[in-house]
């Protein structure tokens, strides 16, 4: 039955799923100062997701003292598989690493600006989000993205988070901005070699593995609860339109 249901919302999502794969931002990146830019807002995208992760983890699992056992184990295993890959998979190199802190390699090794999303990181763990959201100095649509992501974060249960993880979140890399990448990758090794691997990296474990096993869950926590199916939807399509402006704020520089 919820395969029906996972059918269908992949159905109602493919309009705003293709508005965003096609969308401008991609023929900006036509070099290397083009990709700078684009990977000095993205990287806001890569850092919030794992806030969505762990919230998740959070809900699914027992992150307290006593331990206890929560939920389901096939949830707690989806979940503990998905953060064991994002928080400590592998660099080029083979060296442990997170998702996150490969890009601000890659970012580092391109020459990218890393002190302001630092910046801002200090002062979002020392205050409430929001307030650090919104007395930041970033672009408005960016910090729209953020605040949809903790929104959902913080204050949505559990299905409404696992939908915008895999549905809103995950494999949403299109084939030309590979072939553009590979493109600067040929005329910059030495500055690009880091983040080719990081994009083929992603494409890999969570375009592949990762998206089945973000299925599986919100299979799990949906089931056969045709309103919550209905409000995975929703925020789904919310989730695609917030990366969208996300996407915007980069070509509006």
Known sequence: MSNNFIESLQKNIQAQRELLLQHPVYKSINDLNGLIQFSE????AVWDFMSLL???????????LPWRPVGTADTRYLINEIVLGEES???EHGVRISHFELYLKAMQQMGADT?????????????????????????PKVKSFLNFTFDVAI?????????VFT????????????????????????KVSTFKYYIERHIEVDGDHHSHLALEMV???????????????????????????????????
Not at 121 to 137: G, T, V, W
């Open 219 to 253: 299979a799990q926590l949906c089931g056969d609860d045709a309103q919550k199916w209905s409000e995975a939807e929703k925020f789904s399509i919310e989730s695609l339109k917030q990366r969208s402006l996300l996407w915007d704020a980069i070509i509006d520089r």
């Open 41 to 44: 807002k993205h990287v806001y």
């Open 115 to 139: 002190l302001t999303i630092q910046a801002f990181l200090s002062q979002a763990i020392d205050k409430n989000i929001f307030n650090a959201i919104e007395n930041a100095e970033l672009h």
């Open 54 to 64: 762990k919230s998740l983890q959070r809900d699914l699992t027992c992150v307290e």
């Open 89 to 91: 998979d592998v660099d």
């Open 167 to 190: 549905f809103g979140r995950e494999d949403l890399i299109p084939d030309m901005f590979v072939e553009i990448l590979r493109e600067i990758h040929q005329e910059f090794p030495e």
């Open 155 to 163: 204050n949505q249960p559990a299905h409404i988070k696992a939908a």
